[in-house]
């Protein structure tokens, strides 16, 4: 597909979220280990709503479903039972000409919207471990995954910094250095050629000092067909849970 663009701000009009978000906020408040991931998962959620707001350009239409579906189910729900197959649906649309490219980029700015919002209105992090930076690559524009996994952690108690996409292995490097962080975590998507995912993986690994985890998630295939020394693949984000749950177990000495 092609890369959608990556900007930041809300634009007017969404003033009528914020209550949906101070919800949000007081749920994390309360329990910030879920709005849980790994609860029974509520009944799914019927997505024919939120296609059809983006066949009709229904721009408002759809952030108001997408922030009642959030205030409905909570945010780690959101992410894995709402967002993550609506992401699927929305590409094979695009792929089979049901939408167009403009209206696939509509989608993913507005669902961008939703999780930041939803993001700022969580609690700090604090002091929690591990301290994960997340970022994609020179050459993945694609920055909606990481926003998922960020909710995702920060609900499992990370602490996360985001360095956004396109960001060279250098950078990445002495960025984890600045920030002492525990685990670097790549996004990618299938626009990412194999040669660059894997190469990239492999300099990125040899990079980082050995105590700091590297791990890849995404829908490239590359990350499925050829392994990397000491990179983690998590190929979908329910996964993060088990994954973090044997790091906490690795460094039960130190946390």
């Known amino acids: ?38 609860l029974d998962h509520p009944a799914p959620t019927d997505l024919g709503d939120f296609m059809q707001a983006v066949s009709a350009n229904d721009v408002e239409g759809l ?7 959030l205030s409905r189910v909570g945010l780690g729900h959101f992410v894995l039972d709402v967002v993550a197959p609506l992401n699927v649906q929305v590409g094979e649309s695009w792929m089979q ?7 696939e980029h509509v989608y993913t700015e507005s669902v961008q919207v939703v999780l930041r919002n939803a993001l700022h209105h969580l609690p700090p992090a604090g002091s929690g471990r591990p301290r994960v930076m997340l970022a994609t690559v020179t050459g993945e524009p694609h920055g909606l995954g990481l926003l998922m996994a960020e909710a995702v952690l920060t609900l499992e108690g990370c602490r996360c910094i985001s360095l956004g996409v396109q960001t060279p292995v250098w950078d990445i490097v002495r960025a984890a250095m600045a920030h002492d962080v525990e685990v670097v975590a790549l996004s990618y998507t299938g626009c990412t050629s194999p040669n660059q995912v894997i190469d990239g993986l492999v300099e990125l690994r040899g990079k980082l000092r050995p105590d700091v985890d590297l791990w890849a998630g995404g829908s490239a295939a590359a990350l499925q067909r050829r ?29």
């Open 97 to 103: 000409g049901r939408i167009e490219v403009f209206q």
């Open 227 to 255: 392994r990397v020394e000491g990179v983690l693949v998590l190929p979908q984000l329910d996964q993060v849970g088990d994954a973090l749950a044997r790091w906490h177990a690795r460094h039960a000495a130190t946390v």
């Open 63 to 69: 952030r108001r479903l997408l922030a009642r579906s």
């Open 1 to 38: 597909q092609d890369g959608f663009p990556h900007r930041h701000g809300r634009g007017g009009g969404h003033g009528d979220l914020d209550a949906v978000f101070a919800r949000v906020a007081g749920a994390g408040d309360r329990d910030r280990h879920a709005v849980e991931i790994h």
